[in-house]
C-alpha cells in the first residue's frame, strides 16, 4: 500500500475530510476527530489509527507496530511501514477506526454529517 492507496480508502468514508497537521502528517477526520494519520516526508512512510480495546495489546506487539506516540491511551497503533500490510487489512482497519471514531460524534453531529 502507498500514500495514495490510503487516501482513497479514507475519503469513501462518508462525511471523511483530509487535511495537513503539523507541517508534515496527513490527517483523515470525521467530524473534525481523526481516524488515520500518514507521516509524510519520511522513510519509511509510517501510518497511525484506531483499534479496539481488545485488539490494541495484540496488533500493539504485531511486526512493524508499536502503540501510537501521543495516541496510545485511546487505543490508536502505528505501522512503522505502510507497506507492511496488504490492502483488505488497510480496508479493514480504516474503515473500522472511521467507525470507531464517528459512533462517539454527538447525534447532532452525526445527523448534520447525514451519517445515521
Known amino acids: 500500500m502507498d500514500i495514495e492507496g490510503i ?7 462518508r462525511g471523511a475530510s483530509e487535511d495537513i497537521k503539523w507541517e508534515n502528517d496527513l490527517v483523515f ?3 473534525q476527530k481523526m481516524f488515520c494519520v500518514v507521516g509524510l516526508n519520511q ?8 483499534v479496539t480495546d481488545e485488539e490494541f495489546e495484540e496488533i500493539s506487539n504485531w ?8 495516541v496510545a491511551k485511546y487505543k490508536w497503533v502505528l505501522i512503522e511501514d505502510i507497506t507492511k500490510m496488504n490492502k483488505a487489512d488497510w480496508e479493514k482497519y480504516i474503515k473500522q477506526s472511521y467507525n470507531l471514531v464517528k459512533d462517539k460524534l454527538s447525534k447532532k453531529l452525526r445527523k448534520q454529517l447525514n451519517l445515521g
Open 43 to 50: 522513510l519509511p512512510t509510517t501510518a497511525s489509527f484506531k
Open 29 to 31: 477526520s470525521v467530524g
Open 63 to 70: 511486526p512493524n507496530f508499536k502503540p501510537a506516540p501521543y
Open 7 to 13: 487516501r482513497v480508502i479514507c475519503l469513501e468514508m
